[in-house]
């Protein structure tokens, strides 16, 4: 039971009923959020949208995770208010590349860059577009935050002869400029012919179109483009919004379509991914219908379980024999320095690499290097003669007048 001071009471409450101020409130057990004593078996029973609900039929708890979880991730889990109130998960906080030796890290960086030689080589970047997007595509002038200039950038300007950090920074601002290449990347990839397939956005967000903007971002919009990129006008696809947040879903009619009669099935998954059976969704019985994934963005392992997920839904429905029901999988991802090692989809993959837990937890850290902000020399001593430059012609303006 929680008193707050009678002078807070008075503020929130008003003074129409005094005798409020002495009853005594409880805080909900699954929110922070506060009520009267009397009034919380009602509000559990009937108001209360945080309360725990009857397990949906595809939950089946951890089902996508490779690896068990330790006691302190599930014990993380369990409280519905973690997410709120760590603003770092503990085993990642615990995770320190200053602690390690020089030599230490000079061998890890070394196993990382001979691995990518092996494994990888080339990571190419290819920037397509697509007409459903087009009236979504920024084309302004700005201050670019890298080489200090107002600069025009439009669709055909964003090409790959612009460095990471000016493409990795219309992508924070301008959305819509991945979620074009996202849908160009699928049409090449014939993952649009099919209108009768389901459509699965992974991190689908609240609602699928018009969000609220923040700082040029829009979240949750990319069915709604996808929607007019399979050109489904007689309601003969499907979409499935996958999401561990409670959502009103007011603007799924955008999705269900305007024609009178002929609807397309829109269907709202609440759940975490870990635990997403796909073999239990209704509108996926059968496996009539492919299954086309797609997300923007899945953030650090998200990605993995979304993959786990979806290998363990194909294997089950080859098992009813029902052959490959998965036409593709298109995920933006991010954020890898949020992986984490029990949720990775192919430990066998690392144990042959030689890539051990403690191994692959600090190369999660080192990715976020990345993006620090650090430039070559060569850029760094462009910027630097450029800034000579213009303190010179600054003294020339002071000098003139």
Known sequence: MIRHNQEFRRNSLGYKNKLALDQPISRLPSDPSTVYETQLADHLANRCNSRPRPPDSWISPN???????????????????????????????RVQLAELTRPDLDGLVAKVRGVFEREVREIRMEVLDHEAMRERRPTRTYANPIVGVRQSFSAEHIQLRHNFFIFYFFIFFYPSIDQASLLGHMKRLGMLDDKSACFIEFGAGRDVSRMHCTYGRLEGELSSYLKAAVNDTQGEATYMLVDRKNVRGKFDKNLIGSHPTLKSTVKRVGCDIKDLDLSRIDILQGGEKKVVALSKHLCGSATDIT?????????????????????GIVIAICCHQLCRWPMYPNPTFLADIGFTQADFERVCKMTSWAICGQRPEAVEAEEEQEHELAGEEEGDADDTG
């Open 63 to 93: 089902c996508n995770v490779t690896l068990p979880l330790t006691t302190e991730e599930l014990e993380f889990q369990q409280n519905i208010r973690s997410h709120k109130e760590h603003k770092v998960q503990p085993w990642i906080a």
């Open 307 to 327: 993959l786990k997920c979806l290998v363990n839904y194909l294997e089950k429905e080859r098992e009813k024999g029902n052959g490959s029901t998965i036409a």
